[in-house]
């Protein structure tokens, strides 16, 4: 007997209209986390030598294992992965290096702010995801509803590391540094964040 192709996907059977759906948003996340990896990873090659780097670092290997629990999931599920729709995700994600950012060849100040609040959107939308997957695993024995509690999570607390990285890059982009010390002298503001992560200039 013939293998059955990748393609094909759930068993023997035509996919059902629901099956079809479940595929299509699946591969839609796929897609998304893959552009997500390359983001954050290119975010801390950039960020190496800062105090924010090592931040980012855990978060691009977070952000790594998330997506490989993504493609096991779609493999339980017997959902395969749509190539052409991931590889345009990365292309999408590549093609947004060329946002204006205020500088013509190198990264700005701003491409920090603008990077980090697409990175905090695209974890916002995998926590969704992973709430979607915890409706489905009460009738799908298949699904692991212990491990999707813990991605949840862990995405909870990515947005908060990621949203203390943005407040902090907004200080750093749109605050003079006059401003900063007039501030500094007056004393700490109580919107402060305590653990501020520190960014290189």
Known sequence: MNPRPPSAGFGSRPPTEPQSFLAIYLNDHLAGAGSGV??????????????AGRLLAELAAEITEDRDSLREFMTALDVPAKWPRVVAGRLAEKAGRLKLNGRLVKRSPLSDVLELEAMRLGVEGKASLWRSLRVLAVSEPRLDQAAIDRL?????RQESVLEALRVEAVRRTFTSTATVSARG????????SPGRAGWAS
């Not at 390359?38 to 105090?51: Q, V």
């Not at 949840?152 to 909870?156: F, G, I, P, S, T």
Request: charged share 35%; net charge positive; aromatic share 0%.
């Open 38 to 51: 390359s983001l954050i990873r290119r975010m801390a090659r950039a960020h190496r030598n800062a105090p």
């Open 152 to 156: 949840l999570d862990r995405a909870v």
């Open 185 to 192: 002298r007056a004393g700490p503001s109580r919107h402060r």
